[in-house]
């Protein structure tokens, strides 16, 4: 299994940024993504549903060696 960090974002209904970021373990990137997306989904009430359907919802993920390689190297 592989580790990847997955970030979430969406802008809610008074125009302000909405984020969230987690590590999930799986053995491919689009496995990582949509375990990831199931959870925060589960995760937001129905009014932020609608707005991240409404607004669209940004989706970021990298390999969890490379962050580190990036903030090592920043």
Known sequence: ?????VS???KDRK?????????IEASSLPGAVAKATREFVKALDRKQRFDMNKNGLEIKAVSAGAAEKEAAGA
């Open 1 to 5: 299994m592989k580790t990847f960090e």
């Open 8 to 10: 979430f974002q969406y």
């Open 15 to 23: 125009d302000e940024v909405q984020s969230s970021a987690s590590k």
